[in-house]
C-alpha cells in the first residue's frame, strides 16, 4: 500500500501539472460523478495521511484514497484517450488516470473536515504541532507498532515506515506506545519522510536510499542478527531482536 511519502509526491506533481488550470474531470468507468466538478478551477491537490484531497474553486473536493491497489497513469498529452476501468481523467495541459481506487468521493466542506478530525498529525503538514503528535502516541494504548499505522494517532505510516523507524530509534515494536520517547520518534519520522517523499520511496539510511535496515530483511543489516517477525496491530513487523530491546 502506498504509504504517506508517496501521497505527498503525488500531489506535489499534480498540483505542479494542473492547479490553476480549469480541468476536464470525467469518469470512463462511469462510478464517479465528475459532472460535480468537470471544468472547474483546481486550485490545489492536497495529501493528507494517504489522503488525496482536491479543492475545486466553487465546487465540491474529490477525496481519493488508493488503498491497496489504487494507481495513477500520467500522460504527457491530454488527448490520449484513457485507460479502460479509469475511475477518474483529470485533463488540462496533462492528463491522469485514477484506476482501482478505494475511494473517490465528492466532499462538502463539513465532511472535510469530518475526515481531516478522524486523522491524527502528518508528518509531512508543514503545520504539525509536535506536542499534539507527542500526546496521541503516549495515549495510545497497546503497542508501539499498533499506534504507529492507527491513522488517528500519526496519519500516513504504514508497514515499512514504522518497521525502519522503529530500529533507527531502537525501539522493540511491542513496547507499549506511552514508554516510547514520542518526540525523538516524531522528529526522526519526519525527517526521514521528508526525504522519501522526494525520492519516492521509503529512505531509512539517506547515504544508501535503496537499502533497508529490518523491514522484510532475513537479517538485520546493522548486526547480521536474524529479522524478528510478529503480528503487530494486524500488519507483520520486523525488529532485530539484538538492537530493538
Ligand atoms: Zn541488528
Same mark, same amino acid.
Request: charged fraction near 30%; aromatic fraction near 4%; glycine fraction near 10%.
Given at each position: 500500500m502506498p504509504e504517506g511519502h508517496l501521497l505527498h509526491k503525488v500531489a506535489r506533481e499534480q498540483s505542479a501539472d494542473l492547479a490553476g488550470q480549469s480541468v476536464r474531470v470525467t469518469s470512463p468507468q462511469g462510478k464517479f460523478d465528475a459532472g460535480a466538478v468537470n471544468?472547474?478551477?483546481?486550485e490545489r491537490v492536497r495529501a493528507y495521511g494517504k489522503n488525496l484531497l482536491y479543492a475545486f474553486a466553487g465546487g465540491p473536493t474529490v477525496h481519493v484514497h488508493l488503498g491497496m491497489r489504487g494507481l495513477f497513469l500520467r500522460y504527457p498529452d491530454p488527448a490520449e484517450p484513457p485507460r479502460k476501468g479509469t475511475r477518474m481523467r483529470l485533463a488540462g495541459t496533462v492528463a491522469y488516470d485514477l484506476i482501482a481506487p478505494t475511494i473517490c468521493a465528492l466532499l462538502e466542506p463539513p465532511q472535510v473536515e469530518q475526515l481531516l478530525a478522524r486523522?491524527? +498529525? $502528518? +508528518?509531512?503538514? @508543514? @503545520?504539525?504541532d509536535e506536542q499534539e503528535a507527542v500526546r496521541r502516541l503516549q495515549q495510545a494504548r497497546g503497542p508501539v507498532a499498533a499506534a504507529m499505522v492507527d491513522q488517528a494517532v500519526w =496519519?500516513? &505510516?504504514g508497514n515499512a515506515w514504522r518497521a525502519e523507524l522503529l530500529y533507527l530509534e531502537r &525501539? $522493540?515494536?511491542?513496547? +507499549? =506506545?506511552?514508554?516510547?520517547d514520542a518526540g525523538a520518534l516524531w522528529r526522526r519520522t519526519r525527517e526521514l519522510m521528508a526525504v522519501g517523499r522526494n525520492a519516492g520511496q521509503v529512505v531509512s539510511d539517506p547515504s544508501h536510499p $535503496?537499502?533497508?535496515?529490518?523491514?522484510?530483511? $532475513?537479517?538485520?543489516?546493522?548486526?547480521g542478527a536474524p529479522v524478528r517477525t510478529e503480528q503487530v496491530g494486524g500488519r507483520t513487523s520486523y525488529a532485530c531482536p539484538v538492537e530493538q530491546v
Open positions: 471544468g472547474l478551477v483546481l486523522l491524527g +498529525p $502528518d +508528518p509531512l503538514d @508543514e @503545520e504539525a =496519519a500516513g &505510516i &525501539i $522493540d515494536p511491542c513496547t +507499549p =506506545a506511552a514508554q516510547v $535503496d537499502e533497508r535496515w529490518v523491514y522484510k530483511r $532475513d537479517v538485520c543489516r546493522g548486526c
